[in-house]
Protein backbone atom coordinates (compact mmCIF):
# COMPACT_ATOMS: atom_id res chain seq x y z
CA UNK A 1 0.00 0.00 0.00
CA UNK A 2 0.62 3.45 -0.22
CA UNK A 3 1.92 4.41 3.38
CA UNK A 4 3.54 7.78 2.36
CA UNK A 5 1.50 11.47 2.24
CA UNK A 6 4.25 13.01 -0.50
CA UNK A 7 3.57 10.99 -3.74
CA UNK A 8 3.62 12.49 -6.97
CA UNK A 9 3.14 11.20 -10.60
CA UNK A 10 5.91 11.07 -12.76
CA UNK A 11 6.12 9.09 -15.89
CA UNK A 12 9.33 7.30 -16.57
CA UNK A 13 10.26 5.85 -19.78
CA UNK A 14 9.21 2.54 -21.84
CA UNK A 15 10.56 -0.67 -21.53
CA UNK A 16 9.59 -3.93 -23.24
CA UNK A 17 12.16 -6.87 -23.73
CA UNK A 18 12.19 -9.91 -26.17
CA UNK A 19 9.23 -11.54 -24.91
CA UNK A 20 7.14 -8.91 -22.53
CA UNK A 21 6.64 -4.96 -22.58
CA UNK A 22 5.66 -3.43 -19.04
CA UNK A 23 3.38 -0.85 -19.08
CA UNK A 24 3.05 2.18 -16.22
CA UNK A 25 4.32 4.82 -14.64
CA UNK A 26 6.14 6.78 -11.30
CA UNK A 27 5.45 8.25 -8.32
CA UNK A 28 8.41 10.52 -7.01
CA UNK A 29 8.87 12.73 -4.07
CA UNK A 30 8.23 16.10 -5.90
CA UNK A 31 9.91 19.35 -5.26
CA UNK A 32 7.13 21.76 -4.31
CA UNK A 33 4.99 23.19 -7.49
CA UNK A 34 4.48 19.65 -8.47
CA UNK A 35 0.57 18.75 -8.19
CA UNK A 36 0.10 16.08 -5.58
CA UNK A 37 -1.57 12.96 -7.37
CA UNK A 38 -4.77 12.34 -4.46
CA UNK A 39 -7.18 15.49 -4.38
CA UNK A 40 -9.09 16.11 -1.06
CA UNK A 41 -12.04 14.44 -0.56
CA UNK A 42 -13.92 15.45 2.81
CA UNK A 43 -16.09 12.30 2.43
CA UNK A 44 -15.47 10.51 -0.45
CA UNK A 45 -12.54 8.69 -2.49
CA UNK A 46 -13.27 10.58 -5.66
CA UNK A 47 -9.87 10.86 -7.54
CA UNK A 48 -8.53 7.62 -8.98
CA UNK A 49 -5.10 6.39 -9.28
CA UNK A 50 -5.48 4.41 -12.07
CA UNK A 51 -3.87 0.96 -12.13
CA UNK A 52 -3.25 -1.32 -15.37
CA UNK A 53 -5.44 -4.08 -16.28
CA UNK A 54 -5.50 -6.82 -19.21
CA UNK A 55 -8.31 -8.48 -19.02
CA UNK A 56 -9.47 -12.14 -20.28
CA UNK A 57 -13.10 -11.69 -19.79
CA UNK A 58 -14.66 -15.11 -18.43
CA UNK A 59 -17.78 -16.87 -19.32
CA UNK A 60 -21.40 -16.64 -17.44
CA UNK A 61 -21.05 -18.93 -14.79
CA UNK A 62 -19.75 -21.31 -16.00
CA UNK A 63 -18.17 -24.66 -14.19
CA UNK A 64 -13.92 -24.63 -14.03
CA UNK A 65 -13.83 -28.00 -12.89
CA UNK A 66 -15.80 -31.68 -12.35
CA UNK A 67 -17.20 -30.82 -8.71
CA UNK A 68 -20.54 -29.84 -8.57
CA UNK A 69 -21.88 -26.96 -6.17
CA UNK A 70 -23.69 -27.45 -3.20
CA UNK A 71 -22.38 -25.12 -0.57
CA UNK A 72 -25.27 -23.01 0.03
CA UNK A 73 -27.06 -22.58 3.40
CA UNK A 74 -26.22 -23.65 7.09
CA UNK A 75 -25.89 -27.24 8.80
CA UNK A 76 -25.58 -28.24 12.12
CA UNK A 77 -23.30 -26.05 14.98
CA UNK A 78 -21.08 -28.71 15.69
CA UNK A 79 -19.83 -29.79 12.25
CA UNK A 80 -19.87 -33.86 11.32
CA UNK A 81 -17.08 -35.83 9.76
CA UNK A 82 -17.43 -39.56 7.88
CA UNK A 83 -14.69 -41.90 7.96
CA UNK A 84 -12.89 -40.59 5.35
CA UNK A 85 -12.57 -37.46 7.14
CA UNK A 86 -14.22 -35.27 5.65
CA UNK A 87 -15.51 -32.46 7.67
CA UNK A 88 -18.67 -29.86 7.32
CA UNK A 89 -19.91 -27.71 9.22
CA UNK A 90 -22.22 -24.45 9.11
CA UNK A 91 -22.66 -21.50 11.38
CA UNK A 92 -21.57 -22.43 15.29
CA UNK A 93 -19.90 -25.29 14.03
CA UNK A 94 -16.14 -26.04 15.87
CA UNK A 95 -13.36 -25.88 13.54
CA UNK A 96 -10.05 -27.58 14.33
CA UNK A 97 -6.84 -25.41 13.56
CA UNK A 98 -3.84 -27.52 12.34
CA UNK A 99 -1.67 -26.32 15.36
CA UNK A 100 -4.95 -28.64 17.63
CA UNK A 101 -6.42 -25.48 18.67
CA UNK A 102 -10.35 -24.61 17.63
CA UNK A 103 -12.84 -21.78 16.89
CA UNK A 104 -16.23 -21.71 16.60
CA UNK A 105 -17.24 -20.83 13.00
CA UNK A 106 -19.71 -17.98 12.38
CA UNK A 107 -21.59 -17.89 8.74
CA UNK A 108 -24.69 -18.22 8.27
CA UNK A 109 -24.88 -17.74 4.79
CA UNK A 110 -22.98 -21.03 4.10
CA UNK A 111 -21.19 -24.35 5.19
CA UNK A 112 -17.58 -25.27 5.18
CA UNK A 113 -16.51 -28.56 3.72
CA UNK A 114 -13.01 -30.28 4.47
CA UNK A 115 -11.83 -33.11 2.90
CA UNK A 116 -7.85 -34.13 3.13
CA UNK A 117 -8.26 -36.12 -0.27
CA UNK A 118 -9.10 -33.87 -2.45
CA UNK A 119 -7.27 -30.12 -1.23
CA UNK A 120 -8.44 -28.77 -4.37
CA UNK A 121 -11.83 -29.07 -4.42
CA UNK A 122 -13.57 -26.04 -5.59
CA UNK A 123 -16.99 -26.56 -4.80
CA UNK A 124 -16.92 -23.81 -1.99
CA UNK A 125 -18.15 -20.40 -1.43
CA UNK A 126 -18.06 -17.87 1.33
CA UNK A 127 -21.99 -16.88 1.34
CA UNK A 128 -24.74 -17.94 -0.93
CA UNK A 129 -24.72 -14.05 -3.23
CA UNK A 130 -21.28 -15.12 -3.88
CA UNK A 131 -20.52 -17.84 -6.92
CA UNK A 132 -19.07 -21.24 -6.25
CA UNK A 133 -14.88 -21.22 -7.04
CA UNK A 134 -15.80 -23.70 -9.60
CA UNK A 135 -18.51 -21.07 -11.49
CA UNK A 136 -16.95 -17.65 -13.28
CA UNK A 137 -17.41 -15.21 -11.92
CA UNK A 138 -19.03 -12.52 -13.88
CA UNK A 139 -17.84 -9.00 -14.07
CA UNK A 140 -20.92 -6.22 -13.86
CA UNK A 141 -22.79 -9.11 -12.00
CA UNK A 142 -20.20 -10.22 -9.15
CA UNK A 143 -18.64 -7.61 -7.14
CA UNK A 144 -15.50 -8.04 -4.99
CA UNK A 145 -15.95 -7.33 -1.39
CA UNK A 146 -11.90 -8.10 -0.72
CA UNK A 147 -9.48 -7.06 1.72
CA UNK A 148 -5.98 -7.09 1.97
CA UNK A 149 -3.89 -9.44 3.80
CA UNK A 150 -1.37 -7.09 4.27
CA UNK A 151 2.07 -7.54 6.66
CA UNK A 152 1.92 -11.32 6.34
CA UNK A 153 4.39 -12.00 3.78
CA UNK A 154 5.38 -8.88 2.91
CA UNK A 155 6.26 -6.79 6.28
CA UNK A 156 5.69 -3.02 6.62
CA UNK A 157 6.06 -1.34 9.98
CA UNK A 158 2.20 0.57 10.60
CA UNK A 159 0.57 -3.25 10.09
CA UNK A 160 3.69 -5.43 12.67
CA UNK A 161 4.82 -2.00 14.72
CA UNK A 162 6.06 -4.63 16.87
CA UNK A 163 8.78 -6.26 14.86
CA UNK A 164 10.27 -2.64 14.18
CA UNK A 165 9.95 -1.37 18.26
CA UNK A 166 11.88 -4.40 19.04
CA UNK A 167 14.65 -3.45 16.43
CA UNK A 168 15.67 0.24 16.92
CA UNK A 169 17.11 1.68 13.74
CA UNK A 170 15.13 -1.09 11.40
CA UNK A 171 12.65 0.93 8.83
CA UNK A 172 12.10 -1.96 6.18
CA UNK A 173 12.22 -5.61 5.46
CA UNK A 174 15.79 -5.41 4.39
CA UNK A 175 17.23 -4.02 8.01
CA UNK A 176 14.94 -5.51 9.70
CA UNK A 177 16.27 -9.33 8.34
CA UNK A 178 19.91 -7.65 9.09
CA UNK A 179 18.59 -6.74 12.37
CA UNK A 180 17.55 -10.63 12.99
CA UNK A 181 20.60 -12.14 12.18
CA UNK A 182 20.99 -16.11 12.94
CA UNK A 183 17.16 -15.22 14.47
CA UNK A 184 15.66 -14.49 11.11
CA UNK A 185 14.32 -17.90 9.85
CA UNK A 186 12.73 -18.59 13.66
CA UNK A 187 11.64 -14.93 14.17
CA UNK A 188 9.83 -14.82 10.24
CA UNK A 189 8.16 -18.19 10.48
CA UNK A 190 7.09 -17.44 13.93
CA UNK A 191 5.40 -13.86 12.34
CA UNK A 192 3.79 -16.50 9.24
CA UNK A 193 2.55 -19.04 11.83
CA UNK A 194 0.48 -16.57 13.98
CA UNK A 195 0.07 -13.47 12.26
CA UNK A 196 -2.91 -14.35 10.17
CA UNK A 197 -4.81 -18.59 10.69
CA UNK A 198 -7.33 -19.92 9.54
CA UNK A 199 -9.55 -18.19 11.55
CA UNK A 200 -8.85 -15.02 10.34
CA UNK A 201 -9.93 -16.72 7.04
CA UNK A 202 -13.20 -17.90 8.47
CA UNK A 203 -14.23 -14.44 10.11
CA UNK A 204 -13.68 -12.64 6.25
CA UNK A 205 -16.50 -15.21 5.09
CA UNK A 206 -18.16 -14.53 8.07
CA UNK A 207 -18.09 -10.58 7.46
CA UNK A 208 -19.55 -11.20 3.94
CA UNK A 209 -16.18 -10.76 2.22
CA UNK A 210 -15.52 -12.84 -1.31
CA UNK A 211 -11.97 -12.14 -2.32
CA UNK A 212 -8.60 -11.38 -0.48
CA UNK A 213 -5.40 -9.59 -2.09
CA UNK A 214 -2.64 -11.47 -1.03
CA UNK A 215 0.68 -9.92 -1.27
CA UNK A 216 3.81 -11.97 -1.79
CA UNK A 217 7.68 -11.03 -2.37
CA UNK A 218 9.63 -12.43 -5.11
CA UNK A 219 12.30 -14.01 -2.57
CA UNK A 220 9.54 -16.48 -2.34
CA UNK A 221 11.19 -17.84 -4.99
CA UNK A 222 14.40 -16.63 -4.50
CA UNK A 223 17.33 -13.97 -3.88
CA UNK A 224 20.79 -13.62 -4.95
CA UNK A 225 23.85 -13.59 -2.18
CA UNK A 226 25.82 -11.38 -5.04
CA UNK A 227 24.05 -8.78 -6.47
CA UNK A 228 27.31 -6.28 -6.95
CA UNK A 229 29.43 -4.59 -4.86
CA UNK A 230 29.23 -1.10 -2.86
CA UNK A 231 31.06 2.16 -2.85
CA UNK A 232 33.70 0.13 -0.64
CA UNK A 233 34.05 -2.93 -2.91
CA UNK A 234 32.08 -4.98 -1.01
CA UNK A 235 29.73 -7.63 -2.11
CA UNK A 236 25.86 -7.06 -1.53
CA UNK A 237 23.48 -9.73 -0.98
CA UNK A 238 20.08 -9.70 -0.44
CA UNK A 239 19.42 -10.56 3.28
CA UNK A 240 15.80 -11.79 2.90
CA UNK A 241 15.00 -15.10 4.04
CA UNK A 242 14.00 -17.11 0.61
CA UNK A 243 11.92 -20.22 -0.33
CA UNK A 244 10.13 -19.92 2.74
CA UNK A 245 7.29 -17.90 2.85
CA UNK A 246 6.26 -20.45 0.01
CA UNK A 247 4.70 -23.41 1.85
CA UNK A 248 2.61 -20.44 4.34
CA UNK A 249 1.44 -18.95 0.85
CA UNK A 250 0.14 -22.05 -0.37
CA UNK A 251 -1.53 -22.64 3.01
CA UNK A 252 -2.98 -19.19 3.19
CA UNK A 253 -4.54 -19.81 -0.58
CA UNK A 254 -5.61 -23.71 0.80
CA UNK A 255 -7.65 -22.26 3.64
CA UNK A 256 -9.01 -19.48 1.12
CA UNK A 257 -10.49 -22.36 -0.91
CA UNK A 258 -11.54 -23.69 2.06
CA UNK A 259 -14.15 -21.56 2.83
CA UNK A 260 -15.03 -20.33 -0.65
CA UNK A 261 -12.29 -17.10 -0.54
CA UNK A 262 -10.89 -15.93 -4.52
CA UNK A 263 -7.07 -14.72 -4.58
CA UNK A 264 -5.48 -11.49 -6.23
CA UNK A 265 -1.94 -13.15 -5.68
CA UNK A 266 -0.15 -9.32 -5.82
CA UNK A 267 3.87 -9.31 -6.80
CA UNK A 268 4.53 -6.82 -3.69
CA UNK A 269 7.91 -6.45 -4.30
CA UNK A 270 11.00 -6.90 -7.42
CA UNK A 271 14.70 -7.05 -7.38
CA UNK A 272 16.03 -3.32 -7.22
CA UNK A 273 12.85 -1.60 -5.87
CA UNK A 274 10.20 -0.39 -7.92
CA UNK A 275 8.75 2.80 -6.18
CA UNK A 276 11.44 3.17 -3.04
CA UNK A 277 8.74 2.87 -0.22
CA UNK A 278 9.13 0.74 2.71
CA UNK A 279 6.25 -1.21 1.69
CA UNK A 280 8.71 -2.93 -1.25
CA UNK A 281 11.42 -4.15 0.75
CA UNK A 282 13.95 -1.70 0.68
CA UNK A 283 12.94 2.10 1.80
CA UNK A 284 15.52 3.76 -0.83
CA UNK A 285 16.27 5.02 -4.25
CA UNK A 286 14.92 3.39 -7.60
CA UNK A 287 16.85 0.84 -9.33
CA UNK A 288 14.22 -0.70 -11.57
CA UNK A 289 13.59 0.75 -15.25
CA UNK A 290 15.93 3.77 -13.16
CA UNK A 291 19.94 3.84 -13.70
CA UNK A 292 22.65 2.13 -14.05
CA UNK A 293 21.33 -1.30 -12.84
CA UNK A 294 17.53 -0.82 -13.89
CA UNK A 295 17.66 -2.44 -17.00
CA UNK A 296 19.29 -5.96 -15.38
CA UNK A 297 16.82 -5.58 -12.61
CA UNK A 298 13.91 -5.43 -14.80
CA UNK A 299 15.22 -8.71 -17.19
CA UNK A 300 15.63 -10.49 -13.54
CA UNK A 301 12.06 -9.54 -12.23
CA UNK A 302 10.53 -10.86 -15.58
CA UNK A 303 11.76 -13.90 -14.60
CA UNK A 304 10.03 -14.15 -11.76
CA UNK A 305 6.61 -13.04 -12.94
CA UNK A 306 6.76 -15.89 -15.14
CA UNK A 307 7.30 -18.43 -12.59
CA UNK A 308 4.63 -16.84 -10.42
CA UNK A 309 2.14 -16.93 -13.73
CA UNK A 310 2.94 -20.56 -14.72
CA UNK A 311 2.61 -21.93 -11.29
CA UNK A 312 -1.03 -19.91 -10.96
CA UNK A 313 -2.35 -21.27 -14.40
CA UNK A 314 -2.22 -24.79 -13.31
CA UNK A 315 -5.38 -26.57 -13.48
CA UNK A 316 -5.16 -26.85 -9.69
CA UNK A 317 -5.12 -23.42 -9.17
CA UNK A 318 -6.92 -21.79 -11.40
CA UNK A 319 -10.33 -21.36 -9.68
CA UNK A 320 -8.94 -20.07 -6.62
CA UNK A 321 -6.37 -17.69 -8.13
CA UNK A 322 -8.42 -16.23 -10.77
CA UNK A 323 -6.18 -12.77 -10.60
CA UNK A 324 -2.51 -12.23 -10.35
CA UNK A 325 -1.15 -8.51 -10.17
CA UNK A 326 2.31 -8.25 -11.57
CA UNK A 327 3.86 -5.34 -9.92
CA UNK A 328 2.33 -2.97 -6.92
CA UNK A 329 3.20 0.73 -8.14
CA UNK A 330 5.99 0.18 -9.77
CA UNK A 331 7.28 3.20 -12.09
CA UNK A 332 6.27 2.37 -15.24
CA UNK A 333 4.91 3.45 -18.33
CA UNK A 334 3.97 1.23 -20.62
CA UNK A 335 2.32 -2.03 -20.65
CA UNK A 336 1.88 -4.48 -24.11
CA UNK A 337 4.03 -7.29 -24.37
CA UNK A 338 4.72 -9.32 -20.88
CA UNK A 339 0.54 -9.08 -21.29
CA UNK A 340 1.33 -11.53 -24.06
CA UNK A 341 4.17 -13.48 -23.01
CA UNK A 342 1.49 -14.44 -19.48
CA UNK A 343 -1.04 -14.75 -21.82
CA UNK A 344 1.04 -17.28 -24.19
CA UNK A 345 1.76 -19.19 -20.60
CA UNK A 346 -2.29 -19.55 -19.62
CA UNK A 347 -3.63 -19.18 -22.80
CA UNK A 348 -7.10 -16.51 -23.55
CA UNK A 349 -10.38 -17.11 -22.25
CA UNK A 350 -12.01 -18.69 -19.72
CA UNK A 351 -10.48 -21.33 -17.29
CA UNK A 352 -6.92 -20.16 -18.86
CA UNK A 353 -5.40 -18.83 -16.36
CA UNK A 354 -5.89 -15.24 -14.08
CA UNK A 355 -7.02 -12.23 -15.35
CA UNK A 356 -3.51 -10.06 -15.78
CA UNK A 357 -3.27 -6.84 -13.21
CA UNK A 358 -0.89 -4.33 -13.04
CA UNK A 359 -0.36 -0.56 -11.05
CA UNK A 360 0.00 2.19 -14.19
CA UNK A 361 -0.78 5.32 -12.30
CA UNK A 362 -2.71 7.87 -15.01
CA UNK A 363 -1.77 6.41 -18.13
CA UNK A 364 -5.04 6.84 -18.97
CA UNK A 365 -8.37 4.79 -20.27
CA UNK A 366 -6.94 3.02 -23.21
CA UNK A 367 -6.61 0.32 -20.70
CA UNK A 368 -8.18 -1.07 -17.53
CA UNK A 369 -8.16 0.16 -14.55
CA UNK A 370 -7.12 -0.94 -10.83
CA UNK A 371 -7.11 2.08 -8.57
CA UNK A 372 -5.90 2.60 -4.81
CA UNK A 373 -7.87 5.95 -3.88
CA UNK A 374 -6.31 6.93 -0.75
CA UNK A 375 -7.97 9.58 0.87
CA UNK A 376 -5.18 10.34 3.33
CA UNK A 377 -2.10 11.20 1.28
CA UNK A 378 -2.49 14.54 0.29
CA UNK A 379 -0.05 16.56 2.60
CA UNK A 380 -2.98 18.06 4.07
CA UNK A 381 -4.12 17.69 8.08
CA UNK A 382 -7.76 16.69 6.86
CA UNK A 383 -9.09 17.78 10.35
CA UNK A 384 -12.59 17.85 9.35
CA UNK A 385 -14.96 15.89 11.73
CA UNK A 386 -16.63 13.18 9.88
CA UNK A 387 -19.87 13.60 8.49
CA UNK A 388 -22.09 10.57 10.61
CA UNK A 389 -25.42 11.89 8.28
CA UNK A 390 -23.85 12.15 4.84
CA UNK A 391 -24.67 9.62 1.97
CA UNK A 392 -22.03 11.26 -0.50
CA UNK A 393 -21.60 14.65 -2.18
CA UNK A 394 -20.39 15.88 -5.86
CA UNK A 395 -16.91 14.75 -5.25
CA UNK A 396 -18.08 11.61 -4.71
CA UNK A 397 -20.03 11.23 -7.35
CA UNK A 398 -17.43 12.50 -9.69
CA UNK A 399 -15.07 9.41 -8.17
CA UNK A 400 -18.05 7.43 -8.95
CA UNK A 401 -18.52 8.48 -12.47
CA UNK A 402 -14.38 7.88 -13.25
CA UNK A 403 -15.04 4.26 -12.54
CA UNK A 404 -17.76 3.45 -14.12
CA UNK A 405 -16.77 5.53 -17.14
CA UNK A 406 -13.46 3.17 -17.17
CA UNK A 407 -15.97 0.51 -17.11
CA UNK A 408 -17.91 1.07 -19.89
CA UNK A 409 -14.97 2.40 -22.31
CA UNK A 410 -12.67 -0.69 -21.03
CA UNK A 411 -13.86 -3.46 -18.76
CA UNK A 412 -12.98 -4.47 -15.70
CA UNK A 413 -12.28 -1.39 -12.84
CA UNK A 414 -11.86 -2.09 -9.06
CA UNK A 415 -9.94 -0.69 -6.03
CA UNK A 416 -6.94 -2.92 -5.15
CA UNK A 417 -6.79 -0.45 -2.08
CA UNK A 418 -7.93 2.06 0.14
CA UNK A 419 -9.25 2.49 3.64
CA UNK A 420 -11.23 4.51 6.48
CA UNK A 421 -7.96 6.34 7.10
CA UNK A 422 -9.43 10.11 7.16
CA UNK A 423 -6.37 11.72 8.09
CA UNK A 424 -2.65 10.28 8.26
CA UNK A 425 -2.84 9.66 12.12
CA UNK A 426 -1.52 6.37 12.73
CA UNK A 427 2.01 4.78 14.14
CA UNK A 428 4.55 4.11 11.64
CA UNK A 429 2.03 5.41 8.87
CA UNK A 430 4.03 7.76 7.86
CA UNK A 431 7.09 5.47 7.83
CA UNK A 432 9.02 4.96 11.11
CA UNK A 433 10.17 7.91 12.78
CA UNK A 434 7.29 9.92 10.43
CA UNK A 435 5.28 12.48 11.52
CA UNK A 436 1.82 12.91 10.65
CA UNK A 437 0.40 15.83 8.67
CA UNK A 438 -2.46 16.18 10.58
CA UNK A 439 -0.64 17.66 13.69
CA UNK A 440 -1.37 17.34 17.20
CA UNK A 441 -3.82 15.19 18.50
CA UNK A 442 -3.56 12.13 16.87
CA UNK A 443 -3.60 10.43 20.00
CA UNK A 444 -7.32 10.54 19.68
CA UNK A 445 -7.30 8.40 16.49
CA UNK A 446 -4.81 6.21 17.02
CA UNK A 447 -6.89 5.06 20.29
CA UNK A 448 -10.18 3.03 19.06
CA UNK A 449 -10.93 2.57 22.75
CA UNK A 450 -11.60 6.24 23.22
CA UNK A 451 -14.36 7.06 19.69
CA UNK A 452 -17.37 7.91 20.09
CA UNK A 453 -20.26 6.45 18.95
CA UNK A 454 -20.57 9.36 16.43
CA UNK A 455 -17.20 8.79 15.58
CA UNK A 456 -17.57 5.52 14.67
CA UNK A 457 -21.02 6.03 13.08
CA UNK A 458 -18.99 8.37 10.68
CA UNK A 459 -16.42 5.77 10.02
CA UNK A 460 -18.86 3.35 9.19
CA UNK A 461 -20.64 5.55 7.04
CA UNK A 462 -17.05 6.73 5.33
CA UNK A 463 -16.79 3.05 4.08
CA UNK A 464 -20.41 2.39 3.22
CA UNK A 465 -19.93 5.45 0.78
CA UNK A 466 -16.99 4.26 -0.45
CA UNK A 467 -17.24 0.60 -1.03
CA UNK A 468 -20.77 1.68 -3.21
CA UNK A 469 -18.50 4.19 -5.15
CA UNK A 470 -15.93 2.14 -5.94
CA UNK A 471 -18.10 -1.31 -6.60
CA UNK A 472 -15.10 -3.47 -7.03
CA UNK A 473 -13.12 -3.09 -3.96
CA UNK A 474 -9.93 -4.66 -1.43
CA UNK A 475 -9.95 -3.10 2.18
CA UNK A 476 -6.46 -1.84 3.19
CA UNK A 477 -5.72 -3.84 5.67
CA UNK A 478 -7.16 -7.15 7.70
CA UNK A 479 -5.26 -6.67 10.82
CA UNK A 480 -3.06 -4.04 12.27
CA UNK A 481 -0.80 -5.67 14.66
CA UNK A 482 -0.19 -4.50 18.49
CA UNK A 483 2.38 -2.00 19.76
CA UNK A 484 4.69 -3.92 21.89
CA UNK A 485 4.45 -0.18 23.79
CA UNK A 486 0.47 -0.11 24.17
CA UNK A 487 -0.51 -3.60 23.45
CA UNK A 488 -3.27 -2.19 21.57
CA UNK A 489 -3.71 -0.67 17.74
CA UNK A 490 -1.99 2.37 16.79
CA UNK A 491 -3.19 2.51 13.37
CA UNK A 492 -6.87 1.62 13.72
CA UNK A 493 -8.21 3.01 10.83
CA UNK A 494 -6.63 0.54 8.76
CA UNK A 495 -7.74 -2.43 10.44
CA UNK A 496 -10.55 -3.98 8.68
CA UNK A 497 -11.07 -6.78 11.69
CA UNK A 498 -11.02 -4.11 14.57
CA UNK A 499 -13.65 -2.13 12.69
CA UNK A 500 -15.12 -5.46 12.04
CA UNK A 501 -15.76 -5.88 16.16
CA UNK A 502 -16.29 -2.62 16.85
CA UNK A 503 -18.64 -1.34 14.70
CA UNK A 504 -17.07 1.13 12.15
CA UNK A 505 -17.32 -1.62 9.68
CA UNK A 506 -20.51 -3.34 7.92
CA UNK A 507 -20.87 -6.94 9.19
CA UNK A 508 -22.41 -6.95 5.54
CA UNK A 509 -21.13 -5.47 2.80
CA UNK A 510 -24.24 -5.65 1.06
CA UNK A 511 -25.31 -2.85 3.00
CA UNK A 512 -22.88 -0.42 1.03
CA UNK A 513 -25.37 -1.50 -1.90
CA UNK A 514 -27.21 2.37 -2.89
CA UNK A 515 -25.49 4.39 0.03
CA UNK A 516 -24.84 6.14 -3.58
CA UNK A 517 -26.18 6.40 -6.59
CA UNK A 518 -26.09 2.76 -9.00
CA UNK A 519 -22.79 1.83 -10.49
CA UNK A 520 -23.05 1.09 -14.19
CA UNK A 521 -20.70 -1.37 -15.98
CA UNK A 522 -20.52 -1.73 -19.11
CA UNK A 523 -17.45 -2.82 -21.64
CA UNK A 524 -15.21 -5.53 -21.41
CA UNK A 525 -11.66 -6.71 -22.44
CA UNK A 526 -11.06 -9.03 -25.03
CA UNK A 527 -7.22 -10.30 -24.02
CA UNK A 528 -5.56 -7.77 -26.11
CA UNK A 529 -4.30 -4.62 -25.65
CA UNK A 530 -5.64 -2.12 -28.91
CA UNK A 531 -2.09 -1.67 -31.51
CA UNK A 532 -2.71 2.21 -30.44
CA UNK A 533 -1.65 1.57 -26.98
CA UNK A 534 1.39 -0.60 -28.03
CA UNK A 535 2.90 0.69 -31.59
CA UNK A 536 5.39 3.12 -30.15
CA UNK A 537 7.48 0.87 -28.02
CA UNK A 538 10.22 -0.97 -28.95
CA UNK A 539 13.11 -2.86 -26.63
CA UNK A 540 15.39 -1.75 -25.46
CA UNK A 541 14.18 1.11 -24.70
CA UNK A 542 16.05 4.16 -26.36
CA UNK A 543 15.90 6.55 -23.00
CA UNK A 544 15.66 5.16 -18.98
CA UNK A 545 15.79 7.58 -16.06
CA UNK A 546 19.22 8.72 -15.40
CA UNK A 547 20.97 7.56 -18.03
CA UNK A 548 22.39 9.40 -20.76
CA UNK A 549 20.97 8.96 -23.85
CA UNK A 550 22.02 6.94 -26.26
CA UNK A 551 23.96 4.82 -23.13
CA UNK A 552 20.83 2.16 -22.88
CA UNK A 553 22.24 0.01 -25.14
CA UNK A 554 25.37 -0.57 -22.69
CA UNK A 555 24.10 -0.85 -19.12
CA UNK A 556 25.17 -4.00 -17.84
CA UNK A 557 22.17 -6.95 -18.31
CA UNK A 558 22.24 -10.33 -16.97
CA UNK A 559 22.32 -13.45 -19.69
CA UNK A 560 19.37 -15.94 -20.10
CA UNK A 561 21.67 -18.83 -19.32
CA UNK A 562 20.44 -19.72 -15.76
CA UNK A 563 18.07 -21.95 -14.35
CA UNK A 564 15.07 -21.29 -13.57
CA UNK A 565 13.96 -21.22 -9.95
CA UNK A 566 10.38 -23.08 -10.11
CA UNK A 567 7.79 -23.19 -7.30
CA UNK A 568 7.05 -26.13 -5.47
CA UNK A 569 3.09 -27.33 -5.18
CA UNK A 570 2.17 -28.26 -1.33
CA UNK A 571 2.42 -31.32 0.01
CA UNK A 572 0.13 -33.45 2.09
CA UNK A 573 -0.19 -35.43 4.77
CA UNK A 574 -2.92 -37.59 3.68
CA UNK A 575 -3.47 -39.25 1.05
CA UNK A 576 -4.50 -37.30 -1.88
CA UNK A 577 -6.52 -38.58 -5.06
CA UNK A 578 -5.90 -35.57 -7.03
CA UNK A 579 -3.33 -34.32 -9.08
CA UNK A 580 -1.05 -31.88 -6.83
CA UNK A 581 0.64 -30.34 -9.72
CA UNK A 582 4.80 -29.48 -10.32
CA UNK A 583 4.51 -26.01 -10.14
CA UNK A 584 4.65 -25.81 -14.39
CA UNK A 585 1.88 -24.81 -16.35
CA UNK A 586 3.57 -25.74 -19.68
CA UNK A 587 6.34 -27.83 -20.02
CA UNK A 588 7.30 -27.40 -23.77
CA UNK A 589 8.61 -23.59 -22.06
CA UNK A 590 12.08 -24.59 -20.87
CA UNK A 591 13.82 -21.05 -21.29
CA UNK A 592 16.98 -20.42 -19.14
CA UNK A 593 16.58 -17.46 -16.26
CA UNK A 594 18.64 -14.55 -16.25
CA UNK A 595 21.88 -14.71 -14.60
CA UNK A 596 24.92 -12.92 -13.91
CA UNK A 597 27.77 -12.71 -16.27
CA UNK A 598 30.90 -14.62 -15.61
CA UNK A 599 33.70 -11.71 -15.11
CA UNK A 600 31.38 -8.68 -14.65
CA UNK A 601 31.85 -6.80 -11.61
CA UNK A 602 27.92 -5.38 -11.23
CA UNK A 603 27.69 -1.90 -8.94
CA UNK A 604 24.96 -2.64 -6.08
CA UNK A 605 21.55 -3.70 -7.78
CA UNK A 606 19.97 -2.20 -5.04
CA UNK A 607 22.16 1.40 -4.99
CA UNK A 608 23.17 2.42 -8.67
CA UNK A 609 22.40 5.78 -8.30
CA UNK A 610 25.88 6.85 -8.66
CA UNK A 611 27.41 4.30 -10.49
CA UNK A 612 29.26 4.26 -13.33
CA UNK A 613 28.55 3.00 -16.45
CA UNK A 614 30.53 -0.35 -17.10
CA UNK A 615 32.58 -0.01 -20.41
CA UNK A 616 32.93 -3.82 -21.37
CA UNK A 617 32.39 -7.69 -19.76
CA UNK A 618 28.78 -6.54 -18.52
CA UNK A 619 27.01 -7.58 -22.30
CA UNK A 620 25.16 -10.78 -22.84
CA UNK A 621 26.74 -12.74 -25.83
CA UNK A 622 24.21 -12.18 -29.00
CA UNK A 623 21.51 -14.60 -29.32
Not at 79 to 108: H, L, P
Not at 230 to 255: Q, S
Request: aromatic share 10%; with cysteine.
Amino acid sequence: MASYSNRFEVPVESIADSVGTLRGSAYLNAPPGVVAIVAIAVVALAVVLPVIFMVVKPGHHHSTSGVSSSSSGSSGSTGSGDSDGITTGGDGSTVTKDDGTTFVYKNSATVRVSDPANPFDNSLRPNSWTPPLNESWTWGMDRINGVNIGGLFVIEPFIVAQLFEQNAGTVDEWTLSVAFGDKLQQTIEDHYNTFITEEDIAQMAGAGLNWIRVLILFCAIEKWDNVGVDANGATVAEPFLARTCWKYILRLLGWARKYGIRDNLDLHTIPGLQNGYNHSGKLGSINWLSGVMGLANTERSLDYIRIVAKFVSQPEWRAVVPMFSMLNEPFLHDIGNNQTMVREITGVGPGNGPMITIHDGFTGPATGLDTHPYFTFDGQQNREPVNITANGDSMQLSGHKSLNDSRSAFGVTMAGEFSNAINDCGLYVNSVGGSAHYGASCEYWQDASGWSDETKQGLLNFALVSMDTLGDWFFWTWKIGNSTTTNSVQAPLWSYQLGLENGWMPTDPRQALGKCASLVTGGAGAGTIAPSATAYLVWPPASITSIPAGSVTVLPQYTATGTLSTLPPPTFSATVTASVGNGWSNSADNTPAVTAISGCTYPDAWDADNAQILLSGCLPAAR
